[in-house]
């Protein structure tokens, strides 16, 4: 066997830990992070996720105070909970960023996401495409005699469920904002 | 008071507003505004490299020997490219710099203008923070704020793009304490009941060990002297990275000497049979930890940083202190002499007993040659006739550095500049020079490799054009050592691209950049040589013929625990396993 053919976690003899760290529980957990607005905070924030190995499912960013030019990022990822730990830090020693808040961990709060689902079809696959969409609240935006443009706001569970009814009915655009959250209470 | 001025005269006042009195930088078409203002003024000294990468080894040089920031300053395009290397070597070890480099006016900004760069793009990984100013009434404020940002907390470099139009455009300047205050305020007191708790694990411990690194001297001498303070008066063990090399002296009675991949025998031991390990400034990074399960696995383990993302990394501590190393020192010296100075004297004793017991087996002995020098015979030699000097030692990257991390001993912080984190080839050569800079009378030795020294030779011009008398010891083995070394280890002793053929005359070298150089290639003219180097009033390279074929030991194999170190006269065969070839 030649010495460098080994393969990921069949020996104890590394320096490097070379056992799965995925082993361990994977968890998701939803961050909110408070930057200043300067240009170029986006790209810190996923550079840095690209960088060190980090997952991104979901992220969402706005200016939500104009006066102090401060924008909230909604960050939702997945690691074990020494990564979480470790993404929560890094985050937190980037300059323009002012807070770190796990949502996860720091009590119940609302998660909601929202999506446009464009919908074509005639007779009876529109008829149903709209009667199911009524059923899952979800908003005509836009309509034409072979399509709908549907709204959605909830959870991305409840986001997969309508796209999953949809895909027969002649689901062929969906457009999804990620997850925006904010902690339950005062 | 603000005043109105040009972008670039604004440039100039800022870094002298923040006491900044050498720049060392490479001019351009895009920085020229800059230049010309630095032409016009006397406060600001500016050196001229040969290439940008050497710009900032000097201002690393110049910042870990001073404590200050060190201020470099390079045109756009591959100016700017030309700094990365040095840039992440900065931002690897903690070293405090503000970058500026110039960039193609902002109405040009992405139409791939000559010597364009997206130079905030390409330093958004390697640097702490960077900042395009397209205003020029923000320049003055970035300026502090980058300046404030390089130095507070973990220190790093920091850098800003000035676009040529905003060089030129008029705007008012802000004095340091006019700029608004940043928010970027890391915490700096530890918290006093984590340290409470670890003063209780002191007190106790039968088997404690210090363990240091650069955060030590980062936080400044004051934090050196808490901990010779602390290790005195406990009685603890002490042992210290690479990079924490001179907080603790070495001719201290508790000094165990470096650990690591290749650090002493006694004090890996120690770091691995301890029950309680103190970190204070390390961040427990791979050359030191070797195998994580088997890294002292029977200690608890305190960790005192002022990055919390240090902080169980790769190694979960049992008491974590985020804040600085010399105001945690302080408040635990506090608490310890408050709660009746008590160690577990018994314990201690038989700790040391041990250790005595480890130092016995001389792990840095090697076989001396009467016919060919030895590079460890160079530098223990280098050591006995610089020893009682006021000695700044850079490095460059590989088995020299190792060496002289081992054989040269060190008494105070800010002395020791080398390459730790990066790695960097090529740093010491203009690192001696930035020291140089910043010290003129001191005595400033590179000890170089002859692969790594070649890496930034043109800088030798810049040590003749502005009179740094810099020592170049370079221990010449025709081989890139280290490479060898694990070739021979690990691959089979293939060889493969590890030797240099068609090396230059060192000596030739020396004199086609106006300086003065020798060779010695004997053991006996040792002595004659080094001290014939020191009393040359002027740069100096000394190119040391060593044994070729020698290697670096201790040394903690790749895919084995502390306690399985190499020692120089064991047998190497076979002593790498597959598993520790894929490791570096």
């Known amino acids: 066997m030649s010495p460098l053919n080994i393969k990921k976690g069949s020996t104890s003899h590394s320096a490097y830990d070379l056992r799965d760290p995925n082993a361990q529980a994977i968890e998701r957990h939803t961050l909110a992070v408070l930057v200043d607005n300067e240009a170029g905070v986006l790209a810190r924030v996923i550079g840095l996720f690209s960088g060190r190995g980090y997952n991104i499912d979901s992220l969402t960013v706005a200016e939500v105070d104009h006066q102090g030019h401060r924008s909230r990022i909604t960050v939702v990822t997945r690691g074990t909970p020494a990564v979480i730990e470790q993404i929560k830090a890094q985050l937190g020693r980037l300059v323009p960023v002012h807070d770190v808040h796990d949502l996860t961990v720091e009590g119940p709060a609302v998660e909601r996401e929202l999506a446009l689902f464009k919908v074509t079809g005639t007779g009876e696959k529109r008829i149903e495409a709209l009667r199911l969409a009524e059923i899952f609240r979800a908003n005509v935006v836009d309509s034409t005699l072979q399509s709908f443009v549907f709204e959605m706001t909830g959870t991305s569970e409840k986001i997969d469920a309508f796209a999953e009814l949809m895909r027969p009915l002649g689901l062929c655009d969906v457009a999804r904002t990620g997850v925006a959250a904010l902690s339950r209470g005062a | ?584």
């Not at chain 2, 000294?45 to 110049?62: D, F, N, S, T």
């Not at chain 2, 890139?480 to 590890?498: A, D, F, I, K, P």
């Open chain 2, 1 to 584: 008071m603000s005043r109105q001025m040009t972008g670039a005269k604004m440039v100039v006042q800022a870094l002298k507003d923040q006491g900044v009195e050498v720049v060392f930088g490479y001019p351009g078409g895009a920085v020229l505004p800059i230049y010309d203002e630095i032409f016009q003024q006397n406060d600001i000294r500016h050196i001229l490299v040969r290439h940008e990468q050497g710009a900032v080894h000097m201002a690393e040089g110049y910042a870990r020997s001073t404590g200050k920031v060190g201020c470099v300053l390079v045109t756009s395009g591959p100016g700017a490219t030309n700094a990365v290397t040095g840039l992440t070597d900065a931002l690897m070890d903690s070293i405090p710099l503000v970058c500026l480099t110039g960039q193609v006016p902002t109405f040009m900004i992405g139409t791939d203008g000559f010597q364009e760069a997206d130079t905030v793009g390409i330093t958004r990984p390697c640097t702490k923070h960077n900042w395009l100013v397209k205003d020029t009434e923000q320049l003055a404020e970035t300026i502090h704020q980058a300046f404030h940002v390089a130095r507070s907390g973990r220190p790093g470099p920091v850098l800003i793009d000035i676009p040529k139009d905003v060089q030129f455009a008029t705007g008012t300047y802000r004095a340091p304490r006019e700029a608004k205050v940043s928010h970027y305020q890391p915490k700096m007191k530890g918290d006093i009941a984590a340290i409470t708790a670890l003063v209780e694990l002191m007190e106790k411990a039968e088997r404690p060990i210090f363990y240091t690194g650069g955060g030590v001297i980062n936080s400044g001498p004051a934090a050196s002297q808490l901990l010779r303070e602390l290790v005195d008066a406990t009685g603890f063990p002490v042992t210290s990275t690479l990079m924490g090399l001179g907080a603790y002296p070495a001719s201290g009675k508790n000094w165990l000497g470096m650990l690591g991949m290749h650090g002493l025998y006694e004090a890996n031991l120690a770091m691995h049979g301890c029950d309680l390990m103190i970190n204070l400034g390390a961040r427990f990074d791979d050359r030191i930890t070797g195998r994580i399960p088997d890294f002292s696995p029977r200690s608890k383990k305190a960790h005192v940083d002022i990055d919390p993302s240090s902080i169980n990394k790769v190694i979960h501590v049992d008491v974590a202190i985020t804040g600085d190393v010399g105001h945690v020192l302080e408040d635990l010296l506090k608490v310890w002499k408050a709660r009746g100075r008590k160690v577990n004297k018994e314990g201690l004793a038989k700790w040391w007993g041990q250790i005595e017991q480890w130092k016995l087996k001389k792990c840095l002995s090697y076989r001396n040659s009467q016919k060919t020098i030895k590079p460890q015979y160079a530098l223990e030699r280098l050591e006995a006739l610089t020893r009682g000097r006021d000695r700044y030692v850079t490095t460059e990257v590989g088995q020299h550095q190792m060496w002289a991390a081992q054989f040269l001993g060190f008494e105070a912080p800010n002395r020791w500049m080398t390459s730790g984190g990066l790695g960097t080839m090529g740093y010491g050569l203009p690192a001696s020079i930035g020291v140089q800079i910043a010290h003129p009378d001191a005595l400033v030795i590179n000890v170089a490799g002859e692969a790594s020294w070649l890496m930034n030779m043109q800088e030798m011009g810049t040590a003749v054009q502005f009179r740094a008398p810099v020592k170049q010891f370079i221990l010449n083995n025709e081989r890139l050592g280290m490479v060898r070394q694990w070739q021979q280890l690990l691959h089979g002793e293939r060889y493969s691209q590890s030797w240099s053929e068609s090396l230059p005359d060192f000596v030739k070298l020396a004199e086609a950049f106006g300086c003065k150089g020798a060779k010695v290639d004997s053991p006996k003219d040792m002595d004659d040589a080094i001290m014939a180097m020191i009393e040359y009033d002027g740069p100096y390279i000394l190119d040391v013929l060593v044994e070729k074929h020698e290697n670096c030991f201790p040394m903690i194999p790749s895919g084995k625990p502390h306690n399985e170190m190499l020692l120089g006269d064991a047998s190497t065969e076979g002593a790498i396993q597959a598993g520790g070839a894929v490791l570096v």
